[in-house]
């Protein structure tokens, strides 16, 4: 099964509004990634968060780790419709290595 | 300039027929990785490779194979034994391991007709 599960599987904001999606995981890990992807296109890597770490900031984009509840937000802020792509997040588990686990994804819509 | 590159785009395969995705990535990665995705999907695991002449196997290696003759080499060959072959393909690299994030290609779509 997967290691991490994204909450809500879709998004439709107004532009200007802020996005928030979350995601679960199962064991322990090394590291959080979050990864954008536009339709039929690869993976974008967004912000890499380590396990010690409880909050990272990238422009418009912040991400929390709470490890105690195995779980991690990303927060857009101020969406554009330009921001309307799929959002996965990834786990690196301590047990592996580089071998990243991903979600099923959630689809935001920015709607302009 | 530096990247991953993924050919073809598009690919279709007869009932059968074994056809071979390429990716190549001038990062200086030692790992490379292989992904499916299907519509809606997340990202599964095919085969992984954390240095030249060694890989192993992924969540569903079943139906695929690799080869890692070349660091910035890492070819996947869907074989007939695959039977529901048509999907997403993502190759990916990453350098350090756990310590850093993943580069990916564009992709490959593989449909069989």
Redesign the interface.
Known sequence: SQQGEEDPQALSIQEGENATMNCSYKTSINNLQWYRQNSGRGLVHLILIRSNEREKHSGRLRVTLDTSKKSSSLLITASRAADTASYFCATDANTNAGKSTFGDGTTLTVKP | DGGIT?SPKYLFRKEGQNVTLSCEQNLNHD?M?W?RQDP??????IY?S?IVNDFQK?DIAEGYSVSREKKESFPLTVTSAQKNPTA?Y?C?S?GE???????????T?LTVV
């Open positions: 993924q790992a990785y992904y809606g999907q997340g990202l599964r695991l992984y954390q992924g997403f993502l990916a990453r391991g756990r310590k850093t994030e993943a580069f990916f290609g564009q992709g779509r």
